[in-house]
T-cell receptor
Framework: DARVTQTPRDKVTEMGQEVTMRCQPILGHNTVFWYRQTMMQGLELLAY????????DSGMPKDRFSAEMPDATLATLKIQPSEPRDSAVYFCASGLVLGDGTGAYEQFFGPGTRLTVL | AQTVTQSQPEMSVQEAETVTLSCTYDTSESDYYLFWYKQPPSRQMILVIR??????QNATENRFSVNFQKAAKSFSLKISDSQLGDAAMYFCAYRSADPGNQFYFGTGTSLTVIP
């Protein structure tokens, strides 16, 4: 049963602390997306990768957020230092793009990490 | 950038009845995909149905069907024989033809099913 996994599922931290969220895409998928969901803004794209290379991170506050893919099975999103306004649910999603430009229709979402910054 | 609009923040339906959720989008592209995702209280985003823009036939998945009006840029979701388990947030999403492109999501419609 292939699925995207995310850890931790919930995280409560204090302002100023570093937060790292991890995502394991579906094995074989080569595209990874990070989204942030809040009541006010809905689902916003923060960054996405193809074949581990960042394609777009324009939605991410560069001064405190960073996203990486150390290898094909792990994507990380780091916030340092965290602020109360970062409180949200962070979703990772993965997809597959083939060499001829075709690929899977949908993105497969993980269960999300609910972050609360006090 | 493409925009997706869901004008109904909340909807309710009696169990076993039919409900339609609205979605409009703005794009200059001719080839794209549209999706409806369901998000129950568990937070998990679940694909309900998708529509390829080049297909004139409306997609159907069991009790879920869409009314795709390409010229009007409208993509509504109809849920027939509503069940208690259908209660959730529903998000409309747009993606251009390139499967590696990002999704653009609407703000969601919260559906309540009344027993």
């Amino acid at each position: 049963d292939a699925r995207v996994t995310q850890t931790p599922r919930d995280k409560v931290t204090e302002m100023g602390q570093e937060v790292t969220m991890r995502c394991q895409p579906i094995l074989g998928h080569n595209t990874v997306f990070w989204y942030r969901q809040t009541m006010m803004q809905g689902l916003e794209l923060l960054a996405y990768f193809r074949n581990r290379a960042p394609l777009d991170d324009s939605g991410m506050p560069k001064d405190r957020f960073s996203a990486e893919m150390p290898d094909a099975t792990l994507a990380t999103l780091k916030i340092q230092p965290s602020e109360p306004r970062d409180s949200a649910v962070y979703f990772c999603a993965s997809g597959l793009v083939l060499g001829d430009g075709t690929g899977a229709y949908e993105q497969f979402f993980g269960p999300g990490t609910r972050l609360t910054v006090l | 950038a493409q925009t997706v609009t869901q004008s109904q923040p909340e909807m309710s339906v009696q169990e076993a009845e039919t409900v339609t959720l609205s979605c409009t989008y703005d794009t200059s592209e001719s080839d794209y995909y549209l999706f409806w995702y369901k998000q129950p209280p568990s937070r998990q985003m679940i694909l309900v149905i998708r529509q390829e823009a080049y297909k004139q036939q409306n997609a159907t998945e069991n009790r879920f069907s869409v009314n795709f009006q390409k010229a009007a840029k409208s993509f509504s979701l109809k849920i027939s024989d509503s069940q208690l388990g259908d209660a959730a947030m529903y998000f409309c999403a747009y993606r251009s033809a390139d499967p590696g492109n990002q999704f653009y999501f609407g703000t969601g419609t919260s559906l309540t099913v009344i027993p």
